[in-house]
C-alpha cells in the first residue's frame, strides 16, 4: 500500500514553491506583458474605430458639398443657358427691327424713285405729245 512520508511533503513544498517562484519570476512578467499587449491592442482598435468614424464623416461631408456643388452648378448653367436665349432673342429682335426698317427705308425710297419717275414719264409724255401736236397741225 502507498505511504505518505515525510518526503511526500517535502516535494509537495518544493512544487509549490518552484511554482511561487515561476509565477513571480515567469508568468506574472509574461502576464504584464500580454495585458499591456492586449490594452495596446485595445487602444488601437478604438483609435482605429475612430479614426474611420472621422473618415466616414469627412467623406459623408465631401459627398455633401459635391452633391451641393453638382445643384449649384446645374443651376447655374441652367440661368447662363436662359441668360444667353434671352440676349440670342433680344439680338435678333434687333436685327429683325433694323432690317424692316431697312426694308421700309427701301420700299419708301423705291417709291419716291417711281413716283419721280411717273412724274418724269408723265412730263415726257406731255412734251412728246405736244410735239406730236405740233408737228401734225403744222
Known amino acids: 500500500m502507498l505511504s505518505i512520508d515525510g518526503t511526500a511533503l517535502i516535494v509537495f513544498l518544493l512544487v509549490w514553491i518552484l511554482v511561487l517562484a515561476l509565477y513571480r519570476i515567469f508568468f506574472k512578467p509574461l502576464k504584464k506583458v500580454m495585458d499591456n499587449r492586449e490594452s495596446e491592442i485595445q487602444e488601437n482598435k478604438k483609435a482605429t474605430r475612430k479614426t474611420l468614424e472621422t473618415y466616414?464623416?469627412?467623406?459623408?461631408?465631401?459627398?455633401?458639398?459635391?452633391?451641393?456643388?453638382?445643384?449649384?452648378?446645374?443651376?447655374?448653367?441652367?440661368?447662363?443657358?436662359?441668360?444667353?436665349?434671352?440676349?440670342?432673342?433680344?439680338?435678333?429682335?434687333?436685327?429683325?427691327?433694323?432690317?424692316?426698317d431697312r426694308l421700309d427705308k427701301a420700299r419708301e425710297e423705291l417709291a419716291g424713285q417711281i413716283d419721280k419717275l411717273k412724274k418724269e414719264l408723265d412730263e415726257e409724255a406731255a412734251r412728246l405729245a405736244d410735239k406730236i401736236e405740233e408737228k401734225l397741225l403744222h
Request: aromatic share 0%; glycine share 0%.
Open 56 to 100: 466616414e464623416e469627412n467623406l459623408r461631408k465631401v459627398e455633401e458639398s459635391l452633391r451641393e456643388a453638382r445643384t449649384a452648378s446645374a443651376r447655374i448653367r441652367e440661368n447662363l443657358e436662359l441668360e444667353a436665349l434671352k440676349e440670342k432673342s433680344r439680338i435678333l429682335a434687333e436685327l429683325s427691327a433694323e432690317h424692316r
